[in-house]
């Protein structure tokens, strides 16, 4: 249940705090006062679109908090498994909602301290509160809301929710058919430069990273043979060619030596080339050394780049840099399978079947339930209309097979009325009054109130357009309802509010020359008092005081 709600710069209000008791409380006062600004603030705080219009004039951001008190086994440990999977802490029996609205558009919301999304504030306000708006029997005159309130009533939303999954699946397996036939030509040209792709790929038997490997070997092999022909160049200059230098230098030897007979400085002129000649093959050995070393297999190099040449011939067809080869074939394959399963039509066409006939086992269970719940449907709520005032009156439940299935199912919900000595029902629309229709759509609310698990229910004037001992009724209905669930009701009623356990009265004011508004509880007096008011008897007319104070105690 509610136990307690904070509300700040919202609307009218600067600043409201009320504690809320079990039972069935109603909230009055004049017109203008912000009664169902309290409706609004809990829709609000239960993930309704925020609107910075509803900031109050002057302030930056408005907020709103509340605490409600989990008194059910089954909810309490529903809500603690919730909390947990979602990341929130539940450690006793209350869960802490807040939520402010920022004059920029920004709108952020807590559940138990933690940041949460306006989604998850939605999922579990609906397990904590629900509201019975004022507009409740406009949309009740449509098939669309009249078949949600009876799967409600079914409790099978799970099952429809299901359903359309199914649906939703079925729909889309179905466009894929359609699309895979109408581009069938396309397909298959895509699938023929696929398996040419990959075909060519898989000729060249890759190995892991070939490339980069081949690259490397043949930049050695290139850089080698190169070193080795100025090697083996070297040798030739130096000694084998018939003008080498060493040769050259043998030749000028003899010819120093000659010399030395004659003068000693060529004798050491003549050492000096002998010196050299030595020296000119120790350069020789070693570029010789160095040929044996690394000497390498023609044979090798060619095999090296006839891979080369043969895998960049495959790159440069598919258009491609060699060394993406292997990331290629793997995404070609994917592509292929993907593209395979796509196309295949029958395996499609099957899938869709399986779909259809899913989805019609579990449409066709869901009008079995639909059906039996209709007659309990019709029963009670044709009783509360009696209790309403509208005794020759029959709500019937009618359900036709739909020409076209849809995610909700294959049926067509609609609430007909049948009145006494019509032969047949009618839609609502077209046989209840601006009255009857407020009371049907009460009589709905009573029903489904009734039926609900939901701890706390909001009724926003949903007594709007009826009177007299009928008002009374409804109130004895809502003080009825309230002895298994907390029912907060707005009304203008006097004979709903004096059924009240507790009573809170809704004041305008101003503060700073900005309108306000305040709530206060009341009793004993003051509430005898504002029931004379809502009869509209003068403030101190004796025999209204009385007649307020008589209703009260009835």
């Known amino acids: 249940m509610l136990e307690s709600l904070i509300i700040k710069n919202f609307v009218v209000v600067e600043f409201l705090e009320i504690g809320f008791d079990e039972g069935f409380s109603v909230f009055t006062g004049e017109t203008g006062a912000g009664k169902s600004m309290i409706i609004e603030a809990l829709s609000l705080l239960l993930g309704k679109r925020a609107a910075t219009i509803k900031i109050r004039e002057g302030s930056e951001r408005a907020e709103i908090a509340a605490i409600f008190k989990v008194r059910s086994k089954i909810l309490n440990d529903f809500l603690a498994n919730w909390c947990h999977q979602s990341g929130f802490d539940f450690d006793s029996d209350e869960i802490f909602i807040r939520r402010v609205i920022e004059k920029t558009g920004k709108s952020r ?19 904590l509160m629900e509201i019975h708006s004022q507009n409740a029997h406009q949309k009740l005159l449509t098939s669309v809301h009249q078949r949600k309130i009876l799967d409600d009533f079914a409790e099978i939303k799970k099952d429809v929710d299901e359903l359309k999954k199914v649906w939703d699946l079925w729909q889309e397996k179905n466009k894929q058919l359609d699309q895979s036939i109408n581009k069938n030509e396309f397909t298959k040209q895509q699938l023929i430069q696929l398996k040419w792709k990959i075909s060519l790929i898989e000729d060249l038997n890759l190995k892991k990273n070939e490339w980069e490997a081949l690259s490397l070997q043949e930049n050695k092999l290139s850089f080698i043979t190169e070193l080795i022909e100025n090697a083996k160049d070297g040798i030739n200059k130096i000694q084998q060619d018939e003008n080498s230098i060493i040769s050259i230098i043998e030749k000028l030897q003899k010819k120093f030596l000659f010399s030395a007979s004659k003068d000693e400085f060529f004798s050491r002129i003549a050492k000096s080339a002998e010196q050299s000649v030595i020296e000119l093959k120790d350069i020789t050995d070693s570029l010789r050394r160095y040929i044996g070393q690394n000497d390498i297999d023609p044979y090798a190099l060619k095999q090296t780049e ?68 209709a007659k309990n449907f019709e029963v009670t709520v044709s009783n509360w209309l009696k209790k309403l005032a509208m005794d020759s009156s029959v709500l019937y439940v009618e359900i036709v097979r739909k020409e076209k299935f849809s995610s909700s199912g294959m049926d067509e919900i609609n609430f007909l009325i049948k009145h006494a000595g019509s032969e047949k029902g009618l839609g609502i629309s077209k046989v209840a009054s601006g009255g009857e229709l407020s009371r049907i759509s009460l009589a709905i609310s009573v029903v489904m109130a009734n039926a609900s698990k939901t701890p706390s229910l909001i009724f926003d004037e949903v007594d709007s357009g009826i009177g007299g001992n009928t008002a009374h009724t409804v109130g004895e209905l809502l003080r009825f309802l309230g002895k298994e669930q907390q029912i907060l009701c707005v009304t203008h009623l006097p004979q709903v509010a004096v059924n009240g356990h507790h009573h809170f009265k809704i004041t305008k004011g101003e503060n700073n020359s900005l309108p306000t508004s305040k709530i206060d509880k009341i009793i004993k007096e003051d509430r005898v008092t504002e029931v004379a008011r809502m009869l509209g008897k003068k403030e101190h007319d004796d025999k209204s005081i009385e007649y307020a104070r008589n209703l009260l105690r009835e």
């Open 109 to 127: 919301a807590w559940i138990n301290g933690h940041i949460s999304s306006i989604n998850q504030i939605k999922e579990i306000g609906e397990h």
């Open 306 to 373: 006839e891979r080369i040449s043969e895998i960049f011939l495959v790159a440069q067809k598919i258009g491609c840099d060699p060394k993406n080869l292997e990331k290629i074939l793997e995404l070609s394959k994917k592509e292929l399978i993907e593209l395979e399963l796509e196309n295949n039509i029958e395996i499609l066409k099957i899938k869709v079947k399986e779909l259809k006939n899913q989805y019609i086992e579990n449409a066709e269970l869901i009008s079995k339930k639909r059906i039996i719940s």
